[in-house]
């Protein structure tokens, strides 16, 4: 990067945009109550009175502009409102709506004036419909809000001299960006605001698809050079990091800001292009927690695009997150996406498959426990004198169990309208129908968790109890009651002695399979999720591999003691796929091979496979060829999806002892990177105790 984008990371990671910052709130309540206005209108009017509440800041140095000085949301009901308009429902995680993906491509194409022709055109059409005028009055309001915003930074920097961003600021987002430097303003823009209406997880999509053709405009037009291109999106990627700290999450930088790249066209073409390529490198340049990146990928891709891409992995940033289209599109078809949305899909917060503009789904509704599940079917079966058969039969049982109530609750899901959101996506203004009312697609997706432990958990078992006899029923269920306290012995039999997932060990392998079909079953049984869509089941872990081993406030999934797999009471388990922590493993191929032993076409809401690769492994030259064809076997394979993450041990032990000398190291968490010094200690934790592989 050259001197002024340096300048730009530099202030940012000091958080010198926070001097703007304002202390007052909008007091958006008082008028709300004074006014007794509906849901949908104080929804709107939330967005208004936050855009009016920004003050227009631009730095001399500055060409993409924006900069949040209102950092806190205001509530537009008093607790007692809120009460009782949710009483009887269920919310999803804070409330508003979230972790969905806008049409930013349809939004770009028609600019907000053009958004406001097609509310208006709708609302005169539907004018004998209250519900549909309201909210399509409450829509317009906020496009209004956007655009006077947009009026004032404009107005601002013309009184400072800056008649290219006065100009700029002019015309988007109101119309269409006629240049990849408008593009990229009016998305800023935008983006920005739909965290200012409350939202959160608020995705980018398909990024190099929908900009590429304002980007090959301008280089064929001479306007821009690749250079001068790539410097404006630094500055693009440099300003979504001015606010991490603002964003809800588990942890700080748990905020949903991915774009994803690569893979094909809805008509099936290849899509990658240069802007694809581009965003891998300013990425690697940057060097941020923002944006996340996801690569699609299939075993055809070019080794060129994957090596390039594993230059950013040896980075250290946790990302790209690969995506495999060859498996993930026919198994979206399969739940019954149309093919063209299939081949569309992006990924939201951390992996989760979603289709931009026409996706109301809620992707995390919560995780089935395997090992909570695996240790119910233990100890009835063994409590009982039963065979491993009835093992499996109870952990089937649990399985279901815990996804009825999961989905029971989510039955009871009450969605808050969402206007602004509502004019991003697709078909909302068109019909006059609140995104909050559904989309194309309605879908809920429950993580299965823990699943290595879990596996571990019942090949122990089989191996050790019934068919070689080396630990009493008895035994076992004391250990277990006993956090092994006393049973030393035995748990050693069951860490080293037991088969462990992650060695292409069909045996214990099987297991793991079983327990995903298992969880797939209980999933297609469900012949009403409330909201007319499936439930689709994954192989995240997200939070619940510290959640479900230690509890955590509100949550409705089952917390386990000690497992049969050695683990002891509160160890975390593994995070998404990857070999339990006291597992012995034989290295990142057979961890491949297990995993893709997996049925993806049945468990399609994403969760990837995660290797921690040390950073010794890039001292070789011919190291990023290796990581490289390790992506493309990945893909060859058959597995859904992978997240390699590069880590040093001894800088993250310096780095938990002296947080002051590592201000910037970036680690992966689950599906989302952060700043390693900013993360609570279990999470630092977690990632310190995770798996190293070496390539050989």
């Known amino acids: 990067m050259n001197q002024r984008l340096e300048e730009m990371k530099h202030r940012v990671r000091e958080g010198y945009h926070r ?35 920004e003050q227009p800041v631009i730095l001399p140095d500055e060409r993409i502009v924006f900069t949040r000085t209102v950092p806190t949301i205001p509530p537009i009901y008093s607790p007692d409102s809120w009460a009782e308009l949710t009483r009887g429902h269920t919310l999803h995680e804070l409330g508003p709506i979230s972790n969905i993906c806008a049409d930013w491509s349809m939004v770009l194409s028609q600019g907000l004036l053009g958004r406001r022709q097609v509310a208006l055109a709708t609302r005169q059409r539907l004018s004998g419909d209250p519900e549909a005028v309201e909210f399509l009055d409450s829509a317009v309001e906020t496009i209004d809000a956007v655009l006077c915003l947009a009026q004032r930074y404009a107005l601002a920097a013309h009184q400072q001299g800056r008649e290219d961003v006065a100009e700029m600021l002019s015309r988007v987002p109101a119309h269409p960006p006629r240049t990849f430097r408008e593009a990229l303003q009016s998305l800023r ?50 300003a979504l990091n001015k606010d991490s700290d603002l964003y809800p999450g588990v942890q700080q930088g748990d905020n949903g800001q991915s774009l994803t790249v690569g893979g094909v066209r809805p008509d099936g073409s290849d899509g990658v292009n240069d802007l694809t390529r581009m965003v891998l490198r300013v990425a690697l340049e940057t060097s941020l927690i923002d944006p996340k990146i996801n690569l699609r990928i299939s075993p055809d891709t070019p080794l060129e695009l994957l090596c390039l891409a594993t230059e950013l992995t040896r980075k250290g940033l946790g990302f790209p997150q690969y995506s495999n289209d060859a498996v993930v599109i026919p198994a979206l078809v399969a739940h019954g996406y149309d093919l063209p949305d299939a081949r569309d899909y992006t990924v939201a917060a951390c992996w989760e498959f979603i289709i931009p503009g026409k996706g109301m789904e809620v992707v995390n509704i919560g995780a089935v426990s395997f090992p909570a599940a695996v240790d119910t079917g233990i100890r009835k079966a063994l409590g009982a004198g039963e065979d491993f058969d009835a093992v499996l039969k109870h952990t089937g049982d649990a399985i279901r169990q815990q996804l009825d109530g999961l989905v029971g609750a989510y039955r009871r899901l009450l969605l808050p309208p969402a206007p602004y959101y509502s004019v991003l996506m697709d078909g909302c203004l068109e019909h006059g129908r609140d995104l909050s009312r559904g989309l194309k697609y309605n879908n809920y997706g429950v993580h299965g968790a823990a699943s290595s432990d879990a596996a571990d958990a019942l090949a122990a078992v089989k191996s050790l109890v019934f068919e070689q006899r080396r630990i009493s029923p008895g035994d076992l269920l004391a250990a277990l009651d006993a956090n092994y306290e006393g049973y030393e012995t035995l748990q050693r039999l069951m860490i080293d002695d037991a088969p462990k997932v992650g ?42 591999y510290v959640w479900l081993a230690r509890g955590h406030d509100g949550m409705r ?88 993450n590069t880590i040093n041990l001894d800088t993250l032990l310096d780095a938990k002892a002296h947080p002051e000398r590592h201000r910037n190291l970036i680690v992966r968490v689950w599906g989302w990177s952060a700043y390693f010094t900013e993360l609570a200690p279990e999470y630092q934790d977690h990632i310190i105790n995770r798996h190293l592989y070496s390539l050989r």
């Open 557 to 644: 999934e089952p917390v386990v003691g000690a497992t049969a797999n050695g683990r002891r009471r509160g160890e975390f388990f593994s995070a998404n796929l990857a070999p339990a922590s006291n597992a012995r493993g034989r290295g990142p191929i057979s961890v491949l091979k297990t995993f893709s032993k997996i049925d993806y076409r049945r468990i399609c809401n994403g969760g990837p496979i995660t290797m921690e690769l040390s950073d010794a492994i890039f001292r070789d030259p011919d190291s990023v060829r290796k990581v490289a064809m390790l992506i493309r076997t990945f893909a060859q394979l058959g597995c859904q999806q992978l997240q390699l």
């Open 503 to 544: 060695n292409d060990d069909d045996d214990v392998d099987g297991l793991l399979v079983w327990l995903f079909d298992a969880f797939a079953t209980a999933c297609e049984a469900v012949q009403d999720s409330g909201r007319g869509g499936c439930v689709r089941p994954g192989s995240g872990s997200a939070m619940y």
């Open 189 to 238: 823009l935008l983006h920005a605001v739909v965290w200012l209406s409350g939202h959160y997880h608020v995705g980018l999509g398909r990024f190099d698809q929908y900009l590429w053709p304002h980007l090959q405009a301008d280089l064929e037009a001479g306007r821009e050079t690749f250079q001068s291109a790539q410097e404006l999106l630094a500055e693009f990627f440099i």
């Open 19 to 53: 001097r703007w910052r304002q202390d007052a709130v909008p007091d958006v309540l008082a008028e709300c109550e004074a006014e007794n206005l509906s849901w949908s209108r104080r929804v709107a009017r939330l967005t208004r009175r936050m855009c009016e509440a």
